[in-house]
């Protein structure tokens, strides 16, 4: 197994374009997240599934986010509309089953809006 | 909401020195907690966790002790090498609420040789 694998790497997006990330897990992670990184900040929680079920999705998610992982594999997180505020690290990570158990990460989809 | 704090960088140390990069949290549970570091280029990758009061997490000469009546979980190292520079993470996940990681914003540590 590879680890968690994020794709694309980079992005770079005109404003009001729509973009999509995937992540795919480590095979057997049934639990799967998404975060969000600005420059010196720490990764912040955006969504998570346990298989296919999105079980949170964080305020900081506004309606131009969605995410799905239709079959319990890979996921997909697509920003609507982009706006320059959008402009960060997006990070994947998955883990085995609920809580104390060690997430692992990707190395992340960085967006840039222009 | 749950939360954690941890010192502000960066964090400037000669090699051999002594570490100690401070972490606090707030939750209303019994959280596990962790720490996390990213190394230049690279993804997260956990450290080192601790899932119970008075627990000790260590990995790589690191250690951190889960201090319930301080709600703390300090990280230390005895004697730092260059290849210890990253951005070091504080975290806490807590299983009988939600279970997602929360982070801290992060303390970047610089080594010199």
């Known amino acids: 197994d590879t680890g968690v694998s994020q794709n694309p790497r980079h992005k770079i997006t005109k404003r009001g374009q729509n973009v999509t990330f995937r992540c795919d897990p480590i095979?057997?992670?049934?639990?799967l997240y998404w975060y969000r990184q600005t420059l010196g900040q720490g990764p912040e929680f955006l969504t998570y599934?346990?298989?296919?079920?999105?079980?949170?999705k964080s305020r900081l998610l506004s309606d131009r986010f969605s995410a799905e992982r239709p079959k319990g594999s890979f996921s997909t997180l697509e920003i609507q509309r982009t706006e320059q505020g959008d402009s960060a690290m997006y990070l994947c990570?998955?883990?085995?089953?609920?809580?104390?158990?060690?997430?692992?990460f990707g190395q992340g989809t960085r967006l840039t809006v222009v | 909401g749950d939360s954690v704090t941890q010192m502000e960088g960066p964090v400037t140390l000669s090699e051999e020195a002594f570490l100690t990069i401070n972490c606090t949290y707030t939750?209303?549970?019994?959280?596990?907690l962790f720490w996390y570091v990213q190394y230049p280029g690279e993804g997260l990758q956990l450290l080192l966790k601790?899932?119970?009061?008075?627990d000790k997490g260590s990995n790589k000469g690191f250690e951190a002790t889960y201090r319930k009546e301080t709600t703390s979980f300090h990280l230390e190292k005895g004697s730092v090498q260059v290849s210890d520079s990253a951005v070091y993470f504080c975290?806490?996940?807590?299983?009988?609420?939600?279970?997602?990681?929360?982070f801290g914003k992060g303390t970047r540590l610089h080594i010199l040789p």
């Open positions: 990570a998955s883990s085995l089953e609920a809580g104390n158990t060690e997430a692992f």
């Open positions: 939750a209303t549970g019994y959280p596990s």
């Open positions: 601790a899932t119970k009061a008075d």
């Open positions: 975290a806490l996940s807590d299983l009988n609420r939600d279970d997602k990681i929360i």
């Open positions: 599934f346990q298989n296919e079920a999105q079980l949170e």
């Open positions: 095979s057997e992670h049934n639990r």
